[in-house]
């Protein structure tokens, strides 16, 4: 019997352990009053926010916050020997401690089509520099995505917008709304970032936007694009469930993950080799949206466009994707990025891949430096 109460005594102990250090962690990185989970991809120092959006809570997203060592607090405007102690980090809510506190901008990321948040060098890079980093997983995606859902599934791009304007409002909750905002999109999520930010007072709330080989146009040879394209979109809008071959081509993923040539390792099943099956409603959505983008836009906020120096696509594996963009063509980039707004910054990274911040060195530290000149010019 001694034996049991002994037992049991351990095991509430314990209990209360982790859920004291789980407190900790959420007051070190300034937690809020939301359900928050560790993140059960990248583990500590990631904390995660699932949450419902939209007129009847049709969407489910999730926020991704990294908490790391610094969570931002590397910019401060006292010295770092007054938070030398456990209780001044635990404090780390109160008034005092916050105006000791400089952020230079709050960061939120949106992923690509098959893609979800996994970045961990992104996070880590962003929070030595002095920048809250968030990333979103967008409805069916990643974190996000539920049993029995279509994996990336979209019929307009402004599906994203609810979820976007609850993320926005959690970080501006949590950082406070002097702190300013950046938005940083990937291929599809460039796209993504472009439009919502002109549908929002063109993106007059956010300091900068920064885009990582924004999707602006499909990459297909003239007659595909310009003929064949809004033909089938037009089709898509009328029959959305019709089907189309998904890609088998796994070259691109090949550049990417540690097994093959690339350096990095992510879960295959939310970002699949090759890519996600793709309908008509799909192309509809994405034509719709490059017919915007490529008519120009008026963001207001100063724009950081980078992309590779070339492009390559082919069946067959080739040394040529260790150094390309596999997925986009390079000169659409720069085409259509031009014309987004009054103040937009255009930069190559030679060696870059489609995800610059997975390029292999030294492509990858000069796109951060890239973003990291920009953002430090302009906030």
């Known amino acids: 019997m001694k034996n049991k109460v002994a037992l049991v005594a351990v095991i509430l102990v314990s209990f209360a352990f982790v859920q004291f250090s789980l407190a900790s962690e959420l007051l070190k990185c300034g937690g809020v009053e939301r359900s928050v989970q560790e993140d ?101 995606y990643g974190r996000s995505y539920r049993e029995g859902e279509t994996m990336g599934e979209l019929r307009d791009i402004q599906e994203y917008y609810a979820e976007l304007d609850s993320a926005i409002a959690f970080v501006r909750k949590v950082e406070g709304d002097s702190v300013p905002l950046v938005m940083l999109g990937h291929s599809t999520g460039g796209l993504i970032a472009c439009l919502y930010a002109a549908d929002r007072e063109n993106g007059a709330g956010f300091a900068a936007i920064v885009l990582n080989s924004p999707f602006l146009e499909m990459n297909y040879v003239w007659p595909i694009r310009r003929i064949g394209a809004p033909v089938l979109s037009a089709v898509g809008a009328i029959f959305p469930n019709l089907g189309i071959p998904r890609s088998k081509n796994e070259n691109y993923d090949k550049s990417l993950l540690k097994a093959d040539y690339g350096e990095w390792e992510y879960d295959s099943k939310l970002k699949v080799r090759g890519s996600l099956a793709i309908d008509f409603g799909w192309l509809h959505a994405i034509h719709q949206g490059h017919v915007r983008v490529q008519a120009g836009l008026r963001l207001s906020p100063p724009v950081l466009v980078m992309h590779s120096g070339c492009s390559f696509i082919d069946d067959d594996w080739s040394e040529e994707y260790t150094r390309c963009d596999g997925v986009l063509n390079v000169e659409h980039i720069r085409e259509y990025g031009r014309n987004l707004g009054p103040s937009v910054q255009l930069e190559e990274i030679e060696g870059g891949l489609h995800d610059l911040f997975l390029s292999h060195l030294p492509a990858r530290d000069n796109a951060y430096r890239k973003m990291f000149q920009f953002l430090d010019s302009r906030l």
Do not use: W
């Open 40 to 140: 059960p991809l990248l583990g500590k120092p990631f904390v995660i926010y699932p949450f419902d959006a939209g007129d009847s809570a049709q969407y489910h997203a999730t926020i991704v916050r990294y908490c790391g060592p610094a969570a931002g607090s590397v910019a401060f405007a006292g010295s770092l020997d007054s938070l030398n102690n456990d209780s001044a980090v635990v404090e780390s809510d109160s008034a005092a401690l916050k105006d000791k506190l400089v952020r230079k901008a709050a960061v939120l990321y949106i992923h690509g089509f098959n893609d979800y948040f996994f970045q961990r060098n992104l996070a880590e890079k962003m929070d030595s520099a002095g920048y809250a980093f968030y990333a979103i997983d967008l409805h069916k």
